[in-house]
């Protein structure tokens, strides 16, 4: 275990995260609770930092809380099959693809509600609160 260099503070500045953050991620587990100074600060050391990194990344990267952690066990584990961090990372990215698809066809969705409007008129003529606002269906029984 390296030096204790960090304060709460510049381990916050170090990895531009707020220092909330880092408490937040120690109480999920994702970091050690650090020793205190003789003043109660807490006390972080470059293992800490290169840590809060690799969550910063991998939560960048989309992954959840309980991926990272999942993650970070693996990184932890240094006799691990590097196999499982690849699918761990597959596994998301099958995620990604699934969402984009969603999102591709939210899009789509939108484009085809913004051409039912023409901007003159008024919202009780309004074609798309009429489409948003549909007829009422029993729960269900879902309109195709």
């Given at each position: 275990m390296?030096?204790?260099e960090y304060t709460v503070g510049q381990l916050a500045k170090a990895?531009?995260?707020?220092?909330?953050?880092?408490r937040y991620y120690e109480r999920q587990g994702l970091m050690r609770e650090p020793p205190r100074s003789g003043g109660g600060y807490r006390l972080y050391n470059d293992a800490d930092l290169d840590r809060l990194l690799f969550i910063r990344r991998s939560?960048?990267?989309?992954f959840s809380l309980d991926s990272v952690?999942?993650?970070l066990d693996l990184a932890d584990r240094s006799d691990a099959p590097c196999a499982d961090v690849n699918a761990?990372?597959?596994?998301?990215?099958r995620d990604v693809r699934e969402?984009?698809?969603q999102l591709r066809a939210l899009e789509l969705e939108l484009k085809r509600l913004s051409t039912c409007c023409e901007g003159g008129g008024v919202i009780r003529d309004?074609?798309?609160?009429?489409?948003?606002s549909g007829e009422r269906v029993e729960p269900g029984k879902i309109k195709a």
């Open positions: 390296g030096a204790l990895s531009q995260t707020k220092a909330v953050t880092i939560r960048h990267l989309g952690r999942e993650l761990k990372v597959l596994e998301h990215l969402r984009l698809a309004c074609r798309i609160i009429e489409a948003l």
